[in-house]
């Protein structure tokens, strides 16, 4: 009785932590999504995971089998100490796993190529098809210090912690981030993909279910990455135009100098929204170059590509205290047009 009462607590607790996790599969978002993309790469883990099972409960249930069979004291299991092989045996043991790799490897590869985030879509959901004039809504994302902005380069706004695009409309994600590599994610319409400073990524998504869905940083950047969170709003078509409209008129202008401030570390940014978006201010933060002064990385590959300190000698310049200067930026840019002439070479005295 003693005993029973000492099991009794930890009894309990095994059967709440039990039914806590059976509450939560419930409301399992990743095998439950709001989005095409999200379902198959749901499906997928649904599939992988059966697959698996088929050596896994029958080596569960074979090995509580022969414990129970073999257990100490049962006088009617057969006992063969000289056995030692059995075909039948050997060929269920490598055959079964075998033709089970085949098949996750095959699935896997094809799984692999038809949800590549690069690839465009060719289809809205298990039953509609997608028409090859439908052009996807480009949305470009910054992952910052510890908030989200999101240029819309169509309509002309930005936004801080909040994204929106029309329900069944594909969506043409692209991707960079000012100092620290981060992670997007938002598990009703996608799979993670990363943001990367001076790099930029891109992911093919579609969101079928109007609503507000959870995103967030799913990569650790530092003390405000718990608050690095926004809302993802599907919505119609008219209520898509709503939300741009309401960017326009209650938002301020982006320009560089209000980025500048924005790119400085703060945690748990309210929304904002911006009117109107300075040109190429996206280009200028994938390539590293928002600050006066600060030559654009595609410039200097290009550079380099030229001949790098031999091209910028050919141009007058010398190295390494020439380059990337505010004071000659301007210089080396305009020789890199086509077609531009180049400045003669100092004479030497």
Not at 98 to 114: D, F, V
Not at 278 to 306: F, P, S, T
């Amino acid at each position: 009785m003693l005993q029973l009462k000492k099991l009794r607590g930890p009894t309990w607790l095994a059967a709440a932590l039990a039914a806590a996790s059976l509450a939560g599969c419930s409301k399992a978002v990743v095998l439950n999504p709001a989005g095409d993309i999200a379902a198959q790469q749901g499906n997928l883990v649904v599939t992988a995971t059966v697959l698996m099972l088929i050596v896994i409960v029958p080596v569960i249930l074979l090995t509580l089998l022969f414990a129970w069979k073999y257990r100490q004291g049962n006088t009617d299991a057969e006992y063969d100490p000289d056995w030692h092989h059995s075909t039948s045996l050997e060929l269920v043991i490598w055959s079964v796993p075998l033709m089970i790799i085949i098949a996750l490897g095959a699935l896997t590869w094809i799984a692999t190529h038809k949800l590549d985030p690069y690839r465009p879509l060719d289809r809205i959901d298990a039953q509609r098809a997608l028409a090859a004039d439908v052009k996807p809504l480009e949305v470009q994302v910054v992952a910052m210090d510890w908030k989200w902005l999101f240029f819309y380069p169509e309509q002309g706004i930005a936004t801080v912690n909040e994204v929106a695009a029309p329900v069944d409309r594909p969506i043409l994600f692209k991707l960079t981030a000012t100092s620290t590599m981060n992670a997007f994610y938002v598990p009703d319409l996608a799979g993670m993909i990363y943001a990367m400073p001076g790099m930029q990524t891109e992911l093919n998504a579609i969101i079928n279910k109007p609503g507000v869905f959870h995103g967030l940083a799913s990569h650790y950047s530092g003390p405000g990455f718990s608050g690095m969170t926004f809302k993802f709003h599907g919505l119609s078509d008219a209520e898509f135009a709503q939300w741009v409209d309401k960017a326009k008129t209650e938002g301020k202008p982006l320009d560089k100098t209000t980025y500048l401030q924005l790119a400085k570390p703060s945690q748990r940014d309210p929304v904002q929204r911006f009117s109107t978006v300075e040109d190429g201010l996206y280009g200028k933060v994938l390539n590293r170059c928002v600050e006066d002064g600060q030559m654009c990385m595609h410039d200097m590959m290009a550079i380099d590509a030229l001949g790098g300190e031999a091209f910028v000698k050919a141009n007058g310049l010398t190295l390494p205290q020439d380059v990337c200067t505010a004071g000659n930026a301007p210089q080396i840019l305009a020789a890199l047009q086509p077609g531009a002439a180049l400045p003669e070479a100092p004479t030497q005295q």
